[in-house]
């Protein structure tokens, strides 16, 4: 039987779910619907989405441990060898908003399932790279790759689940998975490097691809943005793109010339340059990609503020533990893997409980003493001592460490996708993971810059320790920064909170 073609018109109820017009199950115009998806659906939904966000946490941490090994094979310097991660990087956290802003145009279910069919491709093309050039080029199309699957992905979690309390545990279940497989992706690529080589690292995520390709038509229902003329806003999405670029690249090379040398504040200068464009031909734009509406939620600003500085620490404290755990400490790349994923494990039970906290409470409470214990694990690992174990000198950081980082994010997500219009989530999800991906990124590159500049001469396990508890202290001021917009930007009351949603106009981003 032949199904009708979508109008991409809304046929369901206001607020509800699935917002979008084909032929998935649950879809609001098939006849009699009136409604999000079945709740069978909406969880087969969910674990889908995870299990692709996984998959690309997965890809992004598990080369690291090949890197090595596929550097020696494929005769790359050790400076052509980081671009086989800075090219994801650069891809992933530049085109993070183009994807999402495409995705509410063309279809998000359509665009994820593109997504996932060039993650198939690049993963084969990796495997496959005769030598580095090739590797590179196939890794920064992963990049875009996962920037059309991610916040495609969350954006259709936030359309099929209603807001409240499903929403909430389902937002908890992806920060969850996000947090496991940050640390499982270190273990699985150290497993397959050893035991079948670097190529496997990607080789496994073809029966990933393929497995979700043939899944996503059953599971996940088609939506878009209910309003759709307009252009694309092309000239937004390059100079919009090109700043992310710029200061994506400015942090990954501040690691290696510093924050003060010549290249690195010329890139800073070019990010700001193009910045200021980007804006100037937003409020000229009839269909912008980031509609100033937007930008004057204080929930979404604080949601993606708190969730960049929760980045910075969380991404810095794993690569400053890993060293002191490593480097000092003498453990295996997969030992220690194995040890540190008590901060992963803690961090999904912690986004789970955080969630029924943020139904009951509201969201300012849970992420102010999420960003406290985030503080505190960081200020016990500033103690580490140069002759430590794990136990009395990692363990309880990380103890405490990893319910804060899982209840934070999944909190902060809840305030940054609260009450957005359906036609603009899939930018604002874009804006949310692309928040804790740059966060990430300037994370690393200030905990390595912190970590070398404190090094006591003339090194050894008592200069590196050194550098490292300085470190440790900037993880814990990065978590403090987040106080910041946590308590001036998310300080609205439940009445407030009503009266914005009361006041929005569905489909027109403004109030």
């Excluded at 079945?38 to 992004?60: E, H, I, M, Y």
């Excluded at 993650?119 to 996962?146: E, Q």
């Excluded at 073809?206 to 979700?212: A, G, I, K, T």
């Excluded at 004057?296 to 755990?325: E, H, K």
């Amino acid at each position: 039987m032949t199904r009708p073609r979508p109008t991409g018109r809304r046929t369901g109820a206001p607020g509800a779910g699935g917002t979008g017009s084909t032929d998935g199950p649950g879809s609001t115009d098939e006849p009699g619907s009136a409604g999000p998806p079945a709740a069978r659906f909406r969880w087969g939904a969910l674990v889908l989405l995870c299990f692709a966000n996984f998959a690309v946490l997965l890809d992004s941490q598990s080369v690291i441990l090949a890197l090595p090994r596929l550097t020696a094979d494929l005769g790359m310097s050790a400076g052509d060898a980081q671009w086989v991660l800075s090219a994801k990087l650069l891809t992933f956290g530049g085109l993070l908003l183009l994807g999402g802003r495409t995705a509410d145009r063309l279809g998000r279910r359509r665009v994820f399932m593109t997504g996932t069919a060039l993650f198939l491709v690049s993963s084969t093309a990796c495997g496959l790279a005769p030598n580095g050039a090739v590797l590179i080029g196939a890794r920064a199309l992963g990049g875009v790759a996962a920037a059309l699957m991610v916040p495609t992905a969350l954006s259709i979690l936030v359309n099929t689940f209603p807001e409240g309390r499903s929403r909430n545990t389902a937002l908890a279940g992806w920060a969850g998975i996000g947090g496991i497989g940050a640390t499982a992706g270190l273990l699985v690529g150290g497993l397959l490097t050893q035991a079948l080589g670097w190529t496997w690292v990607f080789f496994i995520n073809v029966p990933v691809s393929l497995l979700v390709l043939a899944l996503a038509p059953a599971l996940l229902t088609e939506s878009r943005a209910a309003e759709r003329q307009g252009s694309y806003d092309v000239a937004g999405a390059v100079t919009g793109t090109a700043a992310l670029f710029a200061v994506v690249l400015a942090v990954i090379r501040a690691s290696a010339t510093g924050w003060t040398s010549p290249r690195t504040l010329g890139l800073f200068a070019v990010a700001a340059l193009l910045a200021a464009v980007f804006a100037a031909v937003e409020r000229r734009s009839a269909s912008p990609l980031l509609p100033s509406a937007m930008l004057r939620r204080r929930a979404l600003a604080g949601g993606d503020l708190v969730t960049l500085t929760m980045g910075m620490a969380a991404f810095g404290l794993s690569v400053a533990s890993s060293q002191y755990g490593q480097v000092v400490l003498g453990y295996g790349p997969l030992e220690f893997g194995l040890l540190q994923s008590v901060m992963p494990t803690l961090a999904f039970v912690g986004a789970y409980a955080g969630q029924s906290v943020v139904t009951r409470a509201g969201v300012r409470p849970v992420v102010v003493a999420c960003l406290l214990l985030l503080c505190a694990g960081s200020l016990l690992l500033s103690r580490v001592p140069a002759d430590g174990s794990y136990v009395p000198d990692i363990l309880w950081g990380l103890v405490v460490f990893g319910p804060g980082l899982g209840a934070g994010t999944a909190a902060a997500s809840v305030a940054a996708l609260a009450r957005v219009p359906e036609h603009a989530s899939g930018v604002a999800s874009g804006l949310n993971v692309a928040s804790l991906q740059i966060g990430g990124a300037l994370g690393v590159a200030v905990i390595t810059s912190t970590a070398t500049t404190f090094t006591a001469a003339p090194g050894g396990p008592d200069g590196l320790t050194a550098g490292l508890r300085a470190a440790f202290l900037a993880c814990a001021a990065c978590a403090a920064l987040g106080l910041v917009p946590a308590l001036t930007l998310l300080r609205r009351s439940p009445a407030a909170a009503r009266r914005e949603g009361a006041g929005q106009r569905p489909g027109t981003g403004r109030a």
